[in-house]
Antibody, heavy 116, light 110 residues
Framework: QVQLVESGGGVVQPGRSLRLSCAAS????????MHWVRQAPGKGLEWVAI????????YYSDSVKGRFTISRDNSKNTLSLLMNSLRAEDTAVYYC?????????WGQGTLVTVSS | QSALTQPASVSGSPGQSIAISCTGT?????????VSWYQQHPGKAPKLMIY???NRPSGVPDRFSGSKSGNTASLTISGLQAEDEADYYC??????????FGGGTKLTVL
């Protein structure tokens, strides 16, 4: 069965960096696009970024463009999100999700708190 | 990248039908048949309920259906059950090669 397990969340000071990871199993990881989606406490879902199956195409929301970088290692079935210049408004649960036009499986999320 | 517009809340009694609307623009909802819907129970990850406007993934009850007219998509749940109480989000592909969610709708089963 499809499993997506996020890790790397925690408390970080504003302006610092953090790298999130998503370990995938149960499907041919190298054949699927992957998304990052976040949800601020008590708020709705916000799409963050997507990477194509081979890593050749990457797209970002305006709110993170230039600060966040999505990447993948198909040899390790791992998706990553490098988050630089973090702001208080980046505080959220970050989910990885499988798919391209729709997000058909989601991980349980990892909480990132940006606070001094 | 403005969020799609959904009603903040809807409610219905068990057995009734409800519809949740999702309004965008010709650059997202109206321009593509790539609207999907997600159900999220408190403290849980979202779950895909409808994709490409009106398709149900395996395992999703046929009480859930989707449609689209112009720039507005809709999720209809018929024969409401207590376990349907959750937050629902629409999502669309956009002309900027990005994706956008709606603000979410809280469904209360009375």
């Amino acid at each position: 069965q499809v499993q997506l397990v996020e890790s790397g969340g925690g408390v970080v000071q504003p302006g610092r960096s953090l790298r999130l990871s998503c370990a995938a199993s149960g499907f041919p990881f190298s054949s699927y696009g992957m998304h990052w989606v976040r949800q601020a406490p008590g708020k709705g879902l916000e799409w963050v970024a997507i990477i194509s199956y081979d890593g050749s195409n990457k797209y970002y929301s305006d709110s993170v463009k230039g600060r966040f970088t999505i990447s993948r290692d198909n040899s390790k079935n791992t998706l990553s999100l490098l988050m630089n210049s973090l702001r208080a408004e980046d505080t959220a649960v970050y989910y990885c999700a499988k798919g391209w036009l729709q997000l058909d499986y989601w991980g349980q999320g990892t909480l990132v708190t940006v606070s001094s | 990248q403005s969020a799609l517009t959904q009603p903040a809340s809807v409610s219905g009694s068990p057995g009734q039908s409800i519809a949740i609307s999702c309004t965008g623009t010709s650059s997202d909802v109206g321009g593509y048949n790539y609207v999907s819907w997600y159900q999220q129970h408190p403290g849980k990850a979202p779950k895909l309920m409808i994709y490409e406007v009106n398709n149900r993934p395996s395992g999703v009850p046929d009480r859930f259906s989707g449609s689209k007219s112009g720039n507005t998509a809709s999720l209809t749940i018929s024969g409401l059950q207590a376990e349907d109480e959750a937050d629902y989000y629409c999502n669309s592909y956009t002309s900027s090669s990005t994706w956008v969610f709606g603000g979410g709708t809280k469904l209360t089963v009375l």
